[in-house]
């Protein structure tokens, strides 16, 4: 019996032992960057969902990220059904070598990798709006504010581009992922100046903006769509303040979105729209500097340069050629804040 036949066994082991389910078939399921996942369906017709944790994986973390996941269920949010083990009733059990949680599959459903076009870009909009107002009750602490720079902070992102390159100087890639790595990080170092001058713009307006608990790691790849609507948000990350501004501009303004759409710039107006309209608590003129930020964000970020030094091994071909997609969105949003902030943004959050 090879490994992968004896993980399935123990995976059908636990989903009886603990859970109270009878499979009927249990195979491997969609890749994972931290977890070994499975599909499961039971003797009632329902699927489920097992993810099988790493050795290294921080448990208690994880059962914070359910827990906020079925906060957020209870507060009427679309995301997956965690189902109680029934020995203590935790939301993880552990048994042969194996920790794991079992969460309800969603059909008939596609990620948001795709981009945003059409009715998608105000439900996404509405549904992020939604998740902010539900997780501004969570016990981890209300909204607060802090100063601006903590949002979009160019000077540890200077600090970690001089790290990158001090280390791409002590050995000089020759071609590939790393060499375009390097000379990216290059290449961004020197624009910082001019995003100090885009945050400037922000602390300009005032000192300090909103963070409060948000999901976290909300990536296209986490948010699932059936047609034009949404259908659940999955893969919840541990309760962290953050802004919300940077999490919305982060899921609207995804460089495949930025890439795809020319006509961004309306569909951001249609998010932001109908995200006010869901959580009318955050201050419009926060929401002024969704694309600012978004395109902060972007030029501050060292991923997925920092890959090439930190962990080679992670770089997978395909995220070695998406990578320059991020660069070019990065460049799409700066070229287009104007006209994104002053002439839809603006007259619709007067």
């Not at 960057?33 to 599909?39: D, E, G």
């Not at 953050?242 to 979105?257: A, N, Q």
Request: some cysteine.
């Amino acid at each position: 019996m090879n490994g992968g036949e004896s993980d399935v066994m123990v995976v059908a082991g636990i989903l009886t032992l603990f859970y109270w389910l009878i499979p009927t078939a249990v195979g491997e399921g969609p890749a994972g960057t931290a977890t070994r996942n499975y599909v499961a369906r039971d003797s009632d017709g329902g699927r489920w969902f097992v993810k099988a944790y790493l050795a290294s994986t921080d448990l208690d973390e994880e059962r914070r990220a359910l827990e906020l996941c079925q906060f957020a269920r209870l507060g009427g949010l679309l995301v997956p059904v965690v189902r109680q083990a029934l020995e203590g009733g935790g939301l993880i059990a552990a048994a042969g070598g194996m920790a794991v949680p079992v969460a309800a599959c969603f059909e008939n459903m596609e990620t948001a990798e795709g981009g945003l076009s059409g009715d998608r870009w105000a439900a996404v909009g509405e549904t992020v709006g939604r998740l902010h107002r539900i997780l501004a009750q969570h016990p981890a602490g209300p909204p607060r504010r802090v100063p601006a720079r903590e949002v979009c902070d160019v000077k540890r992102a200077r600090q970690r581009l001089d790290r990158l390159l001090v280390l791409f100087a002590k050995k000089p890639p020759a071609s590939g992922f790393p060499a375009w790595a390097r000379d990216t990080a290059a290449r961004r170092l020197d624009a910082l100046p001019a995003v100090t001058a885009v945050t400037a713009m922000i602390k300009g307006l005032w000192t300090s903006m909103t963070v409060q608990t948000v999901r976290g790691d909300l990536a296209s790849s986490n948010l699932l769509l059936r047609g034009q609507r949404v259908a659940a948000l999955v893969d919840f990350r541990p309760p962290g303040h953050r802004s919300p501004v940077w999490e919305l501009g982060r899921i609207i303004l995804d460089p495949r979105t930025v890439l795809a759409e020319p006509q961004w710039p309306t569909g951001l107006g249609a998010a932001v729209a109908a995200y006010r309209a869901a959580d009318p608590a955050l201050p419009a003129k926060e929401l002024l500097d969704v694309p600012r930020l978004a395109a902060g964000y972007l030029v501050c970020s060292v991923y997925p340069l920092c890959g090439a030094v930190d962990d080679p091994a992670a770089v997978t071909p395909e995220l070695a050629a998406c990578s320059p997609n991020r660069q070019a969105a990065m460049a799409g949003l700066c070229e287009r804040l104007v006209e994104a902030e002053e002439v839809v943004l603006h007259d619709l959050l007067r």
